[in-house]
Nanobody, 116 residues
Framework: VQLQASGGGLVQAGGSLRLSCAAS????????MGWYRQTPGKQRAFVAG???????NYEDSVKGRFTVSRDNAKNTLYLQMYNLKPEDTAVYYC???????????WGLGTLVTVSS
């Protein structure tokens, strides 16, 4: 399974970005997809996720600003980010959980930089 994230970039505070993550390969029983982020010296942290049935959850600091969605037909995950803040600056990683064992897969990150 390969996960390809895209859409990162440089944006001013208050701006918007949309991240995408396309999953390819031996995909079956894709149970959950999510976004995590990491800054230097810190552990990777959960941002938002969505189940195959469309249930979503968010980290508290992004609630009301970020929206996670997925296109099951395209095996693609999205993260629409509004009202970005400098503290949102991080490398964002896509995560997928597949199969009965909830096997864990990670994509390469995409850098989001929010300037003040």
């Amino acid at each position: 399974v390969q996960l390809q994230a895209s859409g990162g970039g440089l944006v001013q505070a208050g701006g918007s970005l949309r991240l995408s993550c396309a999953a390819s390969g031996s995909i079956f029983n894709l149970k959950y997809m999510g976004w995590y982020r990491q800054t230097p010296g810190k552990q990777r942290a959960f941002v938002a996720g969505i189940t195959s049935g469309g249930n979503t959850n968010y980290e508290d600091s992004v609630k009301g600003r970020f929206t996670v969605s997925r296109d099951n037909a395209k095996n693609t995950l999205y993260l629409q980010m509004y009202n970005l803040k400098p503290e949102d600056t991080a490398v964002y990683y896509c995560n997928a959980r597949l199969g009965d064992n909830w096997d864990n897969y990670w994509g390469l990150g995409t850098l989001v930089t929010v300037s003040s």
